[in-house]
């Protein structure tokens, strides 16, 4: 077995900076519908091993959720702490859980079954085989697409079989945004030269992602937050040690629950129409002018709006789950 070399285990894997520096991933196998590969989807079989804090361990959470394989496919999430040796399970921490599968209180206990001379990393996510004891994938990038293709059979709904988040008319694109985002926007970059809020743009399609079915529900941002702002305190010189967030500690919970600006407007000008055309049937007056101002953001148009609806929401109508639908989404608009 490899042995317990304390700190240097996680201290390798960063460079002078402090950066993680992501090395490939060990464990390639492939999971497939027919069971070519030796992995063949069931429902109940596979087990995920994640981490709330890392990035590349929550998509594969928001694919599987995305991709309606809740009752499918199972997980588990590491204390948000990752020590010298690792990951390691910690329910008494909010939002962790034990190993329900191996009863192990590390991760790299996990990769140990598997391989007793592994000398590589410890990472997360994983991919466990139940059925074989065994990692088939610890590639969140693989995993995911997995997830996307192979299980359409187990999916919940017919929505969320039908949905293709690698089309293949669109693979050669997103290849070629990844071999940009991943080395030039993601790996390593730091936490304290300035708030996501004070990027715009990033900003925006954040508030619009993380209010998207399947990413704010799979987010835990007090993992994240106590991740990074527990690492930064640490002395050592690794990426869990070096991260100084200070911008990070000071941010308030500024609208992440808003949606982005336009989306709203968009959405809610569509359901405007919606009632416009019932209108005599609610009686509620919806003018060509309101839209118009509704898609310029006029606040004081929304406000006179809802004050419209509110007086007829008790009114019986085919309606009815129209106006509540616009309601409340004007209501966020005019919180944001």
């Known amino acids: 077995m490899a042995s317990d070399t304390g700190k240097s285990d996680i201290l390798k894997w960063a460079n002078e900076k402090g950066e993680f520096i992501r090395k490939p991933s060990s464990f390639r196998n492939w999971i497939t519908a027919d069971g070519s590969s030796g992995f063949k989807a069931e429902a109940g079989r596979y087990h995920l091993y994640v981490s709330l804090a890392c990035p590349w361990a929550h998509r594969t959470l928001i694919v599987r959720q995305l991709k309606g394989l809740e009752d499918v496919i199972t997980f588990n999430v590491v204390d948000y702490h990752m020590g010298p040796n690792g990951w390691r399970f910690n ?9 329900t599968v191996n009863s192990f ?8 079954k598997v391989d007793p001379d592994y000398t590589g990393r ?3 996510p994983v991919l466990y085989d139940k059925v074989n004891g065994t990692i088939v994938n610890n590639e969140s990038s693989e995993i995911i697409r997995m997830l996307n293709t192979e299980f359409n059979e187990f999916c919940a709904t017919p929505e969320a079989k ?10 050669d694109t997103i290849n070629k945004l990844n071999e940009w ?13 300035k708030r996501i809020v004070d990027y715009p743009n990033i900003w925006g399609y954040l508030r619009d992602l993380y209010n998207t079915p399947g990413f704010g529900s799979t987010t835990n941002r007090y993992h994240i937050e106590h991740h990074y702002q527990l690492h930064k305190r640490k002395k050592s010189g690794n990426h869990e040690t070096k ?5 990070l500690e000071s941010v308030a919970y500024v609208h992440i629950n808003v949606r982005h600006m336009q989306q709203a407007i968009s959405e809610a000008e569509e359901n405007l129409l919606l009632v416009d055309e019932s209108a005599g049937a609610i009686g509620c007056s919806v003018t060509d002018n309101m839209v118009e ?10 406000d006179k709006l809802i004050i419209e609806l509110n007086l007829v929401e008790d009114e019986p109508s085919s309606t009815f789950n129209d106006l509540s639908t ?4 004007l209501r966020i608009i005019m919180s944001a």
């Open 91 to 99: 329910p008494e921490v909010e939002g962790a859980t034990p190993d």
């Open 122 to 124: 410890f990472t997360v």
């Open 105 to 112: 209180s590390m991760i790299r206990e996990v990769y140990f």
């Open 162 to 171: 039908a949905l293709d988040l690698y089309p293949t008319d669109l693979r």
């Open 293 to 302: 101002e509704l898609t310029r953001g006029d606040k004081g148009t929304i």
């Open 243 to 247: 991260n100084q967030v200070s911008a």
């Open 181 to 193: 985002i991943y080395p030039y926007k993601k790996l390593g970059r730091k936490c304290n030269k």
């Open 326 to 329: 616009l309601m409340s989404k």
